[in-house]
């Protein structure tokens, strides 16, 4: 079956530095993935979108990349800032319905 | 101006009860969806609705049943509640413009079944 994978273990950065998150993929060629916001208690919020035959996606601080041999998909915060901590999910899909992982929570200490 | 919108944002209820909860979106989209968010996080599709015409529906039981009576608004009544349903319900709309299309999510309803 189709698996969209994330670390379940939080990232634990400090200030300042680049947060690099992972989303694996299996069973499945998505025509694109997209990143998501979710703050405790608040619903997701879109942030990247990178189609499959696009490498790389820049804005502002974040940068996604999407490597279809790995079956992979790395999300990059540089900069970061204690305002950055929440859980960043990740999607993937082949229709207009993506489907999500179960996110990564990234913490940046001051 | 909010986007999308559900109510009640807590619900707190005993096994056996139905409950509805209502979704509003002013985005002008033409498509809303309901996805349950549980315990260990997992945000899984429910019901899409298209222009108030249901065009997907995963496995959930039939105690469930969405209603949509314009497309600006998409409503989910469930009966008899079990515990297994506790859970965090999300409401949100898209644009289908292609493929690609980026979700709207409300705020979510933190359903608890006792």
């Known amino acids: 079956s189709q698996k969209i994978e994330q670390n379940s273990e939080a990232l634990n950065i400090q200030e300042g530095k680049t947060a690099t998150l992972t989303c694996n993929y299996t069973?499945?060629?998505?025509?694109?993935l997209q990143w998501y916001r979710q703050d405790p208690g608040r619903g997701p919020v879109f942030l990247l979108l990178?189609?499959?035959?696009?490498k790389e996606k820049r804005k502002e601080r974040l940068k996604v990349t999407f490597d279809t041999t790995l079956k992979q998909s790395l999300f990059h915060i540089t900069a970061s800032q204690p305002a950055d901590s929440a859980t960043y999910l990740c999607a993937a899909g082949g229709s207009y319905i993506p489907t999500f992982g179960r996110g990564t929570s990234l913490i940046v200490h001051p | 101006d909010t986007a999308v919108s559900q109510t009640p944002k807590y619900l707190v209820t005993q096994m056996g009860n139905d409950k509805s909860i209502k979704c509003e979106q002013n985005l002008g989209h033409d498509t809303m969806y309901w996805y349950k968010q549980d315990s260990k996080k997992f945000l899984k599709i429910m019901f899409s609705?298209?222009?108030?015409?249901?065009?997907i529906n995963e496995t959930v039981p039939n105690r469930f049943s969405p209603k949509s009576p314009d497309k600006a608004h998409l409503n989910l009544h469930i009966n008899s509640l079990e515990l297994g349903d506790s859970a965090v319900y999300f409401c949100?709309?898209?644009?289908?413009?292609?493929?690609?299309?980026?979700?709207?999510f409300g705020p979510g309803t933190r359903l608890t079944v006792l």
């Open positions: 609705y298209n222009n108030k015409e249901l065009i």
């Open positions: 949100a709309s898209s644009h289908p413009r292609g493929r690609y299309n980026e979700q709207f």
């Open positions: 990178i189609r499959e035959n696009e």
């Open positions: 069973n499945y060629s998505p025509a694109y």
